[in-house]
Nanobody, 120 residues
Framework: VQLQASGGGLVQAGGSLRLSCAASGRTLRTSAMGWFRQAPGKEREFVAVISGGSHITRYRDSVKGRFTISRDNAKNTVYLQMNTVKPEDTAIYYC??????????????WGQGTQVTVSS
């Protein structure tokens, strides 16, 4: 399985950005997919996850109400809509799929990351 993340860039505080992550190699419709991020000098942290069939979602507290994770199983793609972004959201965002365990930062598959920079 390969995960290709895209959509990162430079955005002003208060603005919006939409990340995409397309999976190839096999269908992931029954697998959880999610996003993690790593800011400069900090450890990687969980951002959001969405389950396979039932579309249960979970977010880290600091992004609740601002970020929305969704998926299109027909396209084998997961999205992260980022609204009202803040400078502290600046990080490399990594998509992940399969066996996602937020407390341990574990996932079966990882994408290459896409840079999000929020200017104040």
């Amino acid at each position: 399985v390969q995960l290709q993340a895209s959509g990162g860039g430079l955005v002003q505080a208060g603005g919006s950005l939409r990340l995409s992550c397309a999976a190839s190699g096999r269908t992931l419709r029954t697998s959880a997919m999610g996003w993690f991020r790593q800011a400069p000098g900090k450890e990687r942290e969980f951002v959001a996850v969405i389950s396979g069939g039932s579309h249960i979602t979970r977010y880290r507290d600091s992004v609740k109400g601002r970020f929305t994770i969704s998926r299109d199983n027909a396209k084998n793609t997961v999205y992260l809509q980022m609204n009202t972004v803040k400078p502290e959201d600046t990080a490399i965002y990594y998509c992940a799929a399969g066996g996602i365990n937020p407390p341990t930062m574990r996932a079966d598959y990882w994408g290459q990351g896409t840079q999000v920079t929020v200017s104040s």
